[in-house]
């Protein structure tokens, strides 16, 4: 008993350091829960070094160094715009490299640029240099092309398809809500770019139509989750809705998403947006949840670690506070898990590690990137 | 907020009369809450009649007729079979009217047979007489092959596939476990027949193969759900899982459930009971509840007086103590919405009734008929 009740107050103290938790019992696996570093400014996205490190950003502008042995260097990495503006939801994002990282050292990451007045989701590149200590040759290779006040929905995840091109999510802004209904702009989208920004010849909207040729997918909120199937290679995304519409979409090439036109959500002061739920000519989710959880981060799960959840995709999610397993059979949900309840932590990211632990981040002012290990139970629990 | 309060007592005091709750506020309804009927021996099953009135089985072995006008007839429909045992989780369960009752006058019902020590699932049919008070002419037309001990796992659920061929649902027995992996005996099968009984000759192990003609679908723990999807035309069965094992399916001919063999559950005392998820050759649920709702009854809506509610499904829990709606697009399950959790009652089935409004019965030795109807949210609530 004694044990079980220290158990409980570490969990519920979660914020502190920790090496690891007492053994969690789920569904299909037992887990502890390690601390990897803490003490970072709102982390927002985690990338995974070939030598076994990781950069890690702080939404507070800074990108990180955690190194193979686990330290955390104090020195953020050098070489950021200095257009990159801090503001409500916006700061520095997500940080990706390049599949041809070993070779290339090109390091991707988006961010907000501009003022609290006139800002815009921004995507750069840059090459990290030997010791890690700057990013080199930094260069922007998209922004979008709309100014919004406010510092609401940026998207901002990327996922490369492969060496060649990379999708990155956007949102609509928050108060340009109608604007992810014109595909003249790239207000709630999903873009797809070559390596180097440049637009693909068969993106669906390259034309002369004024639609925006960097659009993959339109009529989306607020895109913060994206990942491949491995089962199906379907590109999978999540996306913040209105109260009760948070959804999860397979995206098609130049599929409308239906916000806010269609959605299962309505207004947070409970008004309604729209009697649609379906409409002709706008793609369904696959999933959506009531209530909200607020998702901000997802991956599919593709270690063998975990034998029982290869293959099933996990969700982090800010107001919801948890990480939810989705068990996933081809290209559909088939039941739902919550995990980390008990932390009562905000969760902005997870990623599936090349070690088969999942990391996850807190949104905290002080937050933290823990890591779920494999565990056994001990037999006198 | 007097108001707000005796809407609560009068929820949790469901099991007392009452003719209209207070408008109940949901995801994308509002209704009330009306008891059609109260009294009833833990009621199982409801078939809507073409007058307007209803017949309703209760568990505890008695047929009772509802009148157009809602007035529960004291005395029980005559005509029975004698060898009806009450016994556990048996007794007189299902019953459905052939498609052309109007014509025909027949009506289908399954129930336990046999005593406490060798019982099995049987179904019967009859004429209902012109004032209701018998059945007529009432045959057995099939009876599991398997004679078992004790109460448990009898299925019993009965869909007209349309006014030739009939489904019927059945469990292993409880204690029989393996026996749903032996598709010599009816133990955890669906079965299909026509609607006097005899063997379809399209049926996909009819042969002299040793397996039973009459198996639709094998591998089945206790199938108490069954419907057809009107978006699709395919038929969902549920059945109870072992703890965390709940499951909806899809039914395939001759396709194998995989109970015992392959499931996401395991033992209620915490035991696994198998590693495989997935096991080839055994189709994949395309639902799983974990926890366990215990899912006792379903039925797609059909009606037209609940517009966002048209084409989804609604499962009745026992221990889940919940009406659960599934929003379902095709043949996918994309989000979940617990209904009546404050009433605390055990839910046995639900019904899309021909007037729109959604029937349900609780599991209760008084359990009742209720009767979600649309209903207004009061302007200052």
Redesign the interface.
Known sequence: MLRGSVSLIALACAAAPALAQEPVET??ATFAVETVAEGLGFPWSLAFLPDGGMLVTERDGRLRVIEADGTLREDPVAGLPDDLVVVNQGGLLEVALHPEFADNRLVYFSYSEGTEDANRTALARGRLNADMTALENVEDIFHVNFDKRRGLHFGGRILFEDSDTLLLTLGEGGIYTEEAQNPENHLGTVVRLNDDGSIPEDNPFVGPDGRADEIWTWGHRNVQGIDRNPATGSVWTHEHGAR?GDEINILEAGANYGWPEAT?GINYDGTVITEN??LEGTA???????PSIAPAGMAFYTGEAFE?WNGDLFVAALAGQQLQRL?V?DD??????PLLEDMQARFRYVRSGPDGAVYVLTDMPEGQVLRLVPAETEEDE
């Open positions: 569904e299909q009760g299962y739920r379906e369904q989710p696959i999933w959506y949840w009531n029982h068990e059979i559909r949900v088939i039941s739902v898990e």
